[in-house]
């Protein structure tokens, strides 16, 4: 194996609304180097919210919360955070407004951007925001590492518009329900030269207990300047 080694954690905490002392154990025990959050704290204190996630996980805010409605990037100090941005998709009446996060990184000589999105229950929806984040995402120079919540399974359109041009983790894995998986819904796309080493869903007790989804964990080994 070579270059650097990075653990990233995509998780869909279900706006806090389960376990807390599960998640907060089970994100500490995993001691990932990033986290990519759908369903983060997104309105009223929302950064307080988010801070207070970021210090239970024993980590920091890079990006996220209400300007990427939602989707939250945490690191760990072993990770530099150089620029964010945040993007909003358009919202269709009487629907949830959606958008995607993105922080450019580096860690130990190894540069990368990470960027999470939550795309719609809507399957009318979802090709466009699909769309949008890859165009974004196709923008972005060097290594990628992309955290989601798809809301559909390899087989729909929006998946394989976000998976064209990045690897995927490996086997398949079922994230929801979490009590009972019978969905792969959740996923971590990374560039062409990134090493994976790990990839599968964590499926415990405690994983339960904390979400409605169960998370994504990879081991990757990132290509080094």
Not at 11 to 36: E, F, K, M, Q, S
Request: glycine content about 10%.
């Amino acid at each position: 194996m070579s270059g650097v080694p990075l653990r990233v954690l995509s998780y869909n905490v279900h706006g806090l609304r389960d376990d807390r002392a599960a998640l907060t154990g089970l994100v500490r025990d995993l001691a990932p180097d990033v986290v990519i959050v759908q369903e983060a704290p997104r309105r009223f204190r929302w950064r307080h919210k988010c801070a207070a996630l970021a210090d239970d996980f024993g980590m920091v805010v890079a990006e996220g919360g209400l300007p990427a409605l939602g989707n939250l990037l945490l690191v760990s100090m072993r990770v530099r955070v150089h620029g964010t941005w945040c993007l909003r998709y358009p919202l269709t009446p009487g629907r949830h407004l959606r958008g995607a996060a993105f922080a450019r990184c580096s860690v130990k000589g190894a540069q990368f951007t990470i960027s999470g999105s939550h795309l719609a229950t809507d399957p009318a929806e979802r090709p466009a925001q699909a769309a949008l984040w890859k165009e974004a995402l196709g923008g972005i120079e060097g290594t990628l590492v992309a955290g989601c919540d798809l809301n559909e399974g390899p087989g729909g359109g929006a998946w394989r518009t976000v998976a064209d041009g990045f690897q995927e983790g490996g086997s398949r894995v079922l994230t929801f329900p979490a009590t009972l998986p019978r969905m792969e819904l959740d996923a971590l796309f990374v560039s062409p030269g990134v090493e994976v080493t790990r990839y599968e869903v964590v499926d415990n007790d405690a994983a339960r207990k904390a979400s409605d989804h169960l998370p994504v964990l990879a081991e990757l080994f990132l290509p080094s300047e």
